[in-house]
T-cell receptor
Framework: KAGVTQTPRYLIKTRGQQVTLSCSPI?????VSWYQQTPGQGLQFLFE???????NKGNFPGRFSGRQFSNSRSEMNVSTLELGDSALYLC?????????????FGPGTRLTVT | GIQVEQSPPDLILQEGANSTLRCNFS?????LQWFHQNPWGQLINLFY???GTKQNGRLSATTVATERYSLLYISSSQTTDSGVYFC?????????????FGGGTRVLVKP
């Protein structure tokens, strides 16, 4: 079974631009969560989607948004990029939301904002 | 929110040595996972262990949920064990999947 895939793997953007990252979960998984990893703040939860609905949201500004499609693929968007948005963005998938279960992570998208 | 503390922050080992990594958390949890982050950034699942003990080769983990801590044991360490180890938890009262990560333990195994 293929793992979680993320595209693109690397991205360089300029301040003020916007960016869209994509995540395809493991086949059959319906919950997708997004995390941001920076050297200063560590790994932080962004949001979670299940059945095309945002179920949980972390403490990030409204510039960070996401969505999930009917095939469970998810995208996250960051508008008006700031230098501090440079980070590794990881997505994770699991089969069901609402029950505690193991989450599996993709390889990440490394975003650099210049 | 829940607090997750990992210790030690850094660990240098000689190849073949054994080590113990600790994860303390501040509230009851219904999910606890250990990950190894590889040099390219991917989080590799090691254990899903909200309670009890599990073993996988040279690695084993124990979670004592009532005392709010988990331990990861690395035996006969190899250079390939180098990297950052993360503990992540989901509070008992949480709805959905929302892991809170500790700060990690950076492990360097020297040949």
């Amino acid at each position: 079974k293929a793992g979680v895939t993320q595209t693109p793997r690397y991205l360089i953007k300029t301040r003020g631009q916007q960016v869209t990252l994509s995540c395809s979960p493991i086949s059959g998984h319906r919950s997708v969560s997004w995390y941001q990893q920076t050297p200063g703040q560590g790994l932080q939860f962004l949001f979670e989607y299940f059945s095309e609905t945002q179920r949980n949201k972390g403490n990030f500004p409204g510039r960070f948004s996401g969505r999930q499609f009917s095939n469970s693929r998810s995208e996250m968007n960051v508008s008006t990029l700031e230098l501090g948005d440079s980070a590794l963005y990881l997505c994770a998938s699991s089969f069901l939301a609402g029950a505690p279960e193991e989450q599996y992570f993709g390889p990440g998208t490394r975003l650099t904002v210049t | 929110g829940i607090q997750v503390e990992q210790s030690p922050p850094d660990l240098i080992l000689q190849e073949g040595a054994n080590s113990t990594l600790r994860c303390n958390f501040s509230d009851s949890v219904n999910n606890l996972q250990w990950f190894h982050q590889n040099p390219w950034g991917q989080l590799i699942n090691l254990f899903y262990i909200p309670s009890g003990t599990k073993q996988n080769g040279r690695l084993s983990a124990t979670t004592v949920a009532t005392e709010r801590y988990s331990l990861l044991y690395i035996s006969s360490s190899q250079t390939t064990d180098s990297g950052v180890y993360f503990c992540a938890v989901e509070p008992l009262k949480a709805a959905g999947n929302k892991l809170t990560f500790g700060g990690g333990t950076r492990v360097l195994v020297k040949p």
